[in-house]
């Protein structure tokens, strides 16, 4: 077949330094940078020679991802911005102080999360950070350690799973595969054992028909002849497998998840000039690959002729960009890898000024506002052998004239600079280069991003994932970079606004301060419904604006929330546990009176305002479904505990929500907070939601929201086991409406905000449960209902005893045998609601018990302990389960359901 090349140019910010995305600040430029202290030391973080430990502070920084430049103000991190040096030890490698800031940048994905210090001195005095870098895709296989049950023991631990045979980042080739337990012993697993791999559209393939098993050391392998079949039957892209080892005896039991990869694409680039030319004086750089959807993060090095290579890359839209700490993210670019892809080749254009020796940021101000330097091209391409996706039809949809490129000139008091995407993978960059005169108070900038792919693609999370970015340099003290995809920006909303007013009264003192920088957009997948980027520049500031506000994890107990850490058994978030003020009198969702959450699993929420001086005297937090117009809340925030110790910023180290109004949302929720205070001699002000003060998390402004399935009236009454504090039953609104449409009564769901333990475990004390769409469920009592004593109550303490009493009715050759009786009925009841529940595509897996429950559903006989044990039980045959379906410890008393159940 004839292979076609599809070419798309690939958006290179070729015009300013970014910050990091996660919120980070950036100076102004123009101050002699520091070195970069690169670190011999291995990958392990160790702390690095230190002064004495009187002159020694110590803290911990906020996580960071793999593959990213992280620029953090000095001041922010209670630091002089005047500081000597750092020196970075363990997994990051180079680190600087440059222009009142930290910089830092982070290795690619290993599989497993990573660490490591940075010691800045500043004086006579040392301080030591620690840094953790989380892992984005998990290499080594999730053990489902679920618990506690009703009798409250220690969860037990799995045995660790060892799998030989896999490449870097799990890639699954034709090399032999062994999978083996660690310190199990000779177990017989032969014949209940189970294995599973998805992939793309759904595909499903079981191990069982490719493994072997070996009694000597337990362990199960794959032949190279086996693994050519396998690869075979298995899609390209991301898989995750699951396994299920089970004992003859069914008296031994674990389960685990994994992440792998099926030939991914090989994306070969290069480094270039404006004119075509090789570049090959970067030799030793970084260039760091980040997955907006399937979290896929890498890092590759460029070398002596200016190339660079990916492998197995998946499906997905990507960021590139270097590693430069002193010009981040001023080479970089964005593609997208369509499924069937399996080579690309990517070109990013190094621009003229990189390429001279001087390269401080000083330089590099002055170039970009020169007028002989080349500031705006299109720069870069990406040729692939995938098929991109099909032509889409979008009706009358009416893209109107303002949607164009656009700059409007300055006209002394503002300027407006825009960049909209056009055609296939076409960047459209527009620099920006503005004059603030000599005596200027502040500056006020608004930057927006509209795209048309909302509602109906972003809502879909589809391929049509444009993306864009925005960079303004030369204001002081402020970093307004970010960089970001529509599915994840746009999921609320069709436009997004940030407002800012920065003071330039000392730099505009004595002589005028140019502003330069870039809007970015591009076409992703076709080159319909285009995106825009914009940016305003005013010599005046309007009122009371919010220049950001964030939501951080962990809280104040250092637990992780909002968005599970270990998502082996999670869907990922963020998730945010709305608790509903107005009692619903009517409909399916009428709620009952609360119990409340009351305190438990708060979240610290920060808020940056300007202008700096103003006197805030209320904050206001709303939420709504598609961006605007929030539902404010009464409650003044400013009545819980906060700080106001740097200037323009207030900080809630234990916020709780308040109550909303209104019905629940099946979709994705926006919030905005509202200031209201009062700037000099003005009256009280309020800012516009409109203009800012969506409040982000990790980079992401829609958030799943979470309601109390405990509080429906329908469901009130279907609850049992106890409450844990904060609520046990937070679930997505399409979870609620499955168990509304069930008969099932459920115990745990997830808790608020899906506070998590340190360790990745739920706060209820779960392996999962973390995502508002997991819920623990009585069995089927065998009568029609799911009464506690057969449903499971005390670990299953009455369906042992009514095996064990069906038992003795065989051993004894009972005339009447009621027990039994009762005892098929309970294995037909929960055969039924088993295979009917698996069989739904949006069941992801359910765990049944181990033990005597696995023994009586699955392979129908009397267990071990019985009086007739190992004997068939007379009128049930053996069950082919659903491959979804598992068996693990500690569900004796429930089985547990994990659903797609999110918008």
Known sequence: MKTTLLTMAVAVLASALLAACGGGTQAPPGSAPVAEAPSSTPPIAEAPPSAPAASVKRFQLEEVKPAEVVILSLQDLGLPADADSVTPSGAISNALLMDGTLRFSTPGDTGEDQEATLEIKSGAATTISHVLIR?????????????????????????????????????????????????????????????????????????????????????FSISGPAMQRLLSALPNGALTIGLNFVSKDSEFAVAYDMLAIR????????????NGDSVTTFAGRKILLKGYNARMRAEAVVDANGTFTFENVIPDTYFLTWNDLRNPYIVSGSMAIFKNTTQASVTLVVPPNMLEANTSSAKLAAQRAGAGTPLSYVSGYVTQDGTPPPPRDIGTTEITPSARS???????????????????????????????????????????????????????QSIYNDTWAYSVVGLPATGLSANGSVNHSHYTQGRTSKTVCVDVTEQTRNAALTVSGFVHAINIGDYLLPTTTTVELTLACKGLSVSSARFLSPNANAHPILNPIGTGANLPGPYLSIQQSDALPFGPYRLIQRSGSGASHTIPLEITYKPA????????????????????????????????????????PRLSLPT??????????AVTVRITGTVGDTPAISSDPAEGGKVEFDGATAFTPLYLAADVASLSGRRYGSRDAGGDSWATQRTINWLSNKPYRFDDISGKHVTQTANGRSILGHEGHSDGQ???????????????????????????????????????????????????????????????????????VIYIGDSFIRHVLVDAKFPLGAPAASTSIPGVTAWTKPKNIRAVPRHLSHWHISISAHP
């Open 135 to 219: 892992s984005q895709r998990l290499t080594a296989a999730q053990a489902y350690d679920d618990g506690p049950e009703e009798d409250g023991l220690p969860v037990p631990e799995s045995p660790r799973l060892t799998v030989d045979g896999l490449g870097p980042n799990n890639t699954i080739t034709d090399a032999p595969l062994t999978f083996r337990l660690q310190g199990v012993g000779a177990l017989d697993l032969k014949d209940n054992s189970e294995g599973l791999v998805i992939g793309a559209n759904n595909v499903r393939v079981s191990l069982e028909d490719f493994w072997s098993f070996n009694p000597v050391d337990s362990s």
């Open 263 to 274: 030939r991914g694409a090989k994306v070969s680039g290069r480094l270039q000039s404006l």
């Open 406 to 460: 656009a700059t409007r000139a300055a006209d002394g008091a503002s300027a407006t600079f825009s960049a909209t995407s056009n055609g296939l993978g076409q960047d459209v960059i527009t620099n920006i280069n503005f004059t603030v005169p000599v005596g200027t108070k502040s500056v006020g900038v608004k930057m927006t991003v509209f795209t048309y792919e909302y509602p109906q693609y972003t809502r879909q």
């Open 613 to 652: 001086d103003a006197k805030i005297t209320e904050v206001h937090i709303g939420i709504s479904p598609d961006g605007g117009d929030p539902a404010f809340a009464a409650d003044n925030l400013l009545g819980q505990a906060h700080t106001t110790d740097t200037p323009g910023k207030i900080k809630f």
């Open 660 to 669: 909303f109004a209104g019905s629940m949302v099946n979709g994705m929720l």
């Open 774 to 844: 997991q819920i623990d469920m009585r069995y089927a009592d065998g009568r029609g209902g799911f009464g506690d004593a057969l449903g499971g109550q005390g670990n299953g303490a009455q369906i042992k005893k009514l095996i064990d009493d069906a038992a003795a009715e065989v051993a004894g050759n009972a005339a009447q045998k009621p027990s039994l009786s009762a005892l098929q009925a309970w294995i037909a009841a929960n055969r039924a609601l088993l295979d009917r529940e698996a069989a739904h595509a949006s069941t992801r």
